[in-house]
């Protein structure tokens, strides 16, 4: 599993450094308050500068999002999973009953003279 997050970081990493090296020239916007990103090829995407930030936010605390939701999903899981097997371990040492207590006769008002 280590082996796959490497790899995915790896990859992300050098499809970042590639998106920055096309992105790194600043071009001249054709829209005043518009941002050119060159996409892939010739492609152009001309987009306003919060809108770029925003997204960028986004895909950093999406996946951390998803990521802690799926880790606290587990956890859950593994958490009522123990309660069960600890519930079926105590279980039976509850369902014995101690045995009755037994009735002594007690002397009775009436059987003084």
Avoid: H, Y
């Avoid at 970042?16 to 600043?26: H, S």
């Avoid at 916007?29 to 930030?53: N, S």
């Avoid at 998803?66 to 097997?85: F, H, I």
């Amino acid at each position: 599993m280590q082996l796959l997050k490497t790899i995915f970081w790896v990859v992300l990493a050098v499809a970042l450094a590639l998106f920055t090296k096309a992105n790194w020239e600043a071009a001249t916007p054709v829209i005043p308050g518009r941002v050119a990103v060159k996409l892939w090829g010739d492609a152009v995407m001309e987009t306003r500068l919060p809108v770029l930030i925003l997204s960028a936010f986004l895909l950093g605390l999406v996946p951390t999002w998803a990521w802690g939701k799926v880790v606290k999903w587990q956890l859950r899981r593994k958490l009522t999973s123990a309660e069960r097997a600890l519930e079926s371990m105590v279980a039976p040492s509850r369902s014995v009953e101690p045995a009755a207590p037994t009735q002594t006769a007690l002397p009775t008002s009436t059987d003084t003279p």
